[in-house]
C-alpha cells in the first residue's frame, strides 16, 4: 500500500524539487498542498495540482514541511491538530526543531532529514550531473537523517522519504538534530559560508591589484581543490614549507584566538537558530 504524503509548500523551491523527485513513485500517493498563485502555476507546469490543506493533512500518513524556517512556528501551530494521529512530521532542516518552534504531539513522529548536496570530489562524468549544484536532480549525494521524536522504528519509514526526496542518494548517516544543527547552520553557513565569502573577496582584490580575473579564478580554484585535499588527508602529501610558513604567520591576522569558542559553541548555536526561525525571545 503506498504511504499517503502531504507536502505542504509543494510549489516553492523545495517543494518543486521534491515534486518532481516523487510524483512518479508508485510507492507514494501524494498530495500537494500549496496557496500562493506562483506555487500554483509551479506545480501545473509538473502536471499536478494542489490538495486541499485540511483534506490533506486528515489522510496523511506523513507531512513534509518544505516552508521557510521563519513561517514553519506559525503555520505548525496552525496546522498541528488537524494532522491525522500516527502521522509523521518530516522538516528539512534541523533549525526549527532546535529552537523547539515546532508544537510537539505525543502520538506523531517528527522526522528531520538534509542533503549534504553533491560531494567536491566525485565520480560524475554527465555534464548535466556535474553540473547539478544542489543536487537531487543528476548527481548523487549523501544525507543526514535525525528522528527528533517518536518510536525508533518509525526512523526507516522517514529514511525511506528521505531517499526519494534528495535521490539519487548514496550514504544516509543517522546523527541527532543537535548534531545536524551543529553542521547547519554552525559549520557549513556561520562559519564555511563565511569563510568562502572572504576568500571571494580576495580574489576580487587581487584582480584589483591587476591579476587577469579568469587567470587568477582558475588558479585560486586549482588551489583550492587541492589544499582541500591536502587538508583532509585526499591527497597523501603535506603542504610545502612554504605554504605552511605561510598559513602559520596568517592564522592570528585572519582569525580571532577565539573564534571556536564563538562560532562552535552550543550557545551561539541556539541563538543563531532562534534567529533563523524568528523565535528569539
Known amino acids: 500500500m503506498a504511504t499517503r504524503i502531504a507536502l505542504m509548500g509543494a510549489g516553492g523551491k523545495m517543494g518543486s524539487r521534491i515534486t518532481d523527485n516523487m510524483k512518479d513513485l508508485p510507492e507514494f500517493d501524494m498530495m500537494y498542498v500549496e496557496v500562493s498563485p506562483q506555487g500554483i502555476e509551479n ?9 486541499p ?40 532542516d534541523p533549525a526549527a526543531s532546535y529552537a523547539e518552534v515546532i508544537p510537539v504531539r505525543n502520538d506523531l513522529t517528527y522526522f528531520i532529514s538534509h542533503p549534504c548536496h553533491p560531494p567536491l570530489f566525485n565520480d560524475e562524468v554527465e555534464e548535466s550531473a556535474r553540473t547539478d549544484w544542489f543536487g537531487g536532480v543528476k548527481a548523487k549525494q549523501h544525507i543526514v537523517c535525525a528522528l527528533y521524536h517518536g518510536p525508533d522504528e518509525d526512523y526507516a519509514k522517514g529514511e525511506a522519504i528521505a531517499r526519494a526526496m534528495y ?11 543537535e548534531q545536524m544543527a551543529i553542521l547547519e547552520p554552525a559549520l557549513v553557513e556561520t562559519f564555511a559560508a563565511t569563510v568562502i565569502t572572504a576568500i571571494k573577496e580576495a580574489l576580487d582584490i587581487a ?23 591536502i587538508i583532509f588527508g585526499f591527497a597523501g602529501f603535506p603542504f610545502s614549507d612554504g605554504a605552511k610558513l605561510a598559513i602559520k604567520n596568517a592564522y592570528p591576522n585572519i582569525f580571532l584566538p577565539d573564534w571556536k569558542e564563538r562560532i562552535m559553541n552550543l550557545d551561539a548555536l541556539k541563538h543563531s537558530v532562534a534567529e533563523i526561525t524568528d523565535s528569539l525571545k
Open 43 to 51: 506545480l501545473g507546469k509538473r502536471g499536478v495540482s494542489p490538495t
Open 53 to 92: 490543506r485540511d483534506e490533506a493533512l486528515a489522510t496523511a500518513d506523513a507531512v513534509i514541511l518544505a516552508i521557510p524556517d521563519k513561517l514553519i512556528g506559525r503555520i505548525t501551530n496552525e496546522i498541528i491538530e488537524l494532522i491525522r494521529p500516527g502521522a509523521m512530521v518530516i522538516g528539512l
Open 167 to 177: 535521490a539519487p542518494v548514496m550514504n544516509s548517516y543517522r546523527i541527532t538534530v
Open 207 to 229: 584582480v584589483e591589484m591587476g591579476v587577469p580575473e579568469e587567470a587568477a579564478r582558475e588558479f585560486l580554484f586549482g588551489h583550492i581543490r587541492i589544499e582541500l585535499a
